[in-house]
């Protein structure tokens, strides 16, 4: 069990769950675990909660149920310029922001809205696949707002991975081990061997990383075993893993990253 979870959903993703912050909180705080972070989706997700949602997360307490909660955003990137579906004057108010690619919302030259459900998300043209996806994310990174990425091992959106490393340290950006991704017969298909290779070139830069939950409700939240599995099998050094550093580590690191 991940001992810090920052990657999780409420009700107000608009799927998956109907529990709410607080039930997370609670679930958290069963677990003994020590630190919770509440990212729902943003606006361009269907049926996720709309701008003024993270724009009150501001005034929300940042202790619940005894445990400490951080309050961020998953923000959709949206095309290959980076752009995200919320302003720049709420992600500042965050306590954070994952950054991410979905199906649902993201439109380039290559892919389109309805692509996922067509399963045509991979062109026959990986040359301008992975160039296109690898800039969305490239740009999406050069936003002080963004943390984090998320999952940037969708086999949909294929991408050049020592180019995404590269810019996560330039721009000093964690990127995700998501569970999801890892699941086996997952939507975003055999995600393994792209995440070894972010893995190992994240090592040799000595780049923070992130284990994920990416629960859609309470049950779920600081359960990731594929993905301690794999940073396990990897020998990934333990204090470069966000989710074992102390909580004011955590905080200070995604501060210092603002």
Request: glycine share 6%; with cysteine; proline share 6%.
């Amino acid at each position: 069990m991940l001992p810090i979870d920052i990657h999780t959903h409420t009700v107000a993703s608009g799927h998956g769950t109907t529990d709410t912050i607080a039930d997370l909180a609670k679930s958290a705080y069963k677990k003994g675990m020590t630190l919770l972070g509440v990212s729902d989706h943003g606006p361009a997700t269907p049926g996720a909660c709309r701008e003024s949602y993270f724009r009150s997360l501001k005034s929300a307490p940042h202790s619940r149920a005894g445990i400490s909660v951080l309050y961020g955003a998953e923000a959709n990137i949206l095309n290959e310029d980076g752009a995200l579906d919320l302003p720049d004057s709420i992600l500042e108010n965050l306590d954070f922001c994952i950054a991410s690619i979905h199906p649902q919302s993201f439109r380039s030259p290559v892919y389109h809205r309805c692509s996922f459900w067509d399963r045509k998300q991979v062109t026959e043209d990986l040359d301008a696949a992975r160039f296109y996806n690898t800039q969305a994310y490239v740009r999406a990174m050069e936003n002080p707002y963004v943390n984090i990425i998320g999952h940037p091992d969708d086999q949909h959106y294929p991408l050049d991975c020592r180019q995404l490393v590269d810019a996560a340290a330039k721009n000093h950006i964690i990127l995700e081990v998501n569970e999801v991704s890892l699941s086996p017969n997952g939507y975003r298909g055999d995600t393994l061997d792209t995440m070894r290779t972010i893995l190992k070139l994240c090592a040799a830069q000595n780049l923070p990383i992130l284990l994920s939950s990416d629960s859609h409700g309470a049950a779920g939240v600081g359960e990731a075993p594929l993905a301690e599995a794999l940073v396990s099998e990897l020998g990934y050094p333990r204090d470069l893993i966000v989710n074992y550093m102390p909580v004011e580590k955590v905080c200070n690191l995604l501060l210092d990253f603002l």
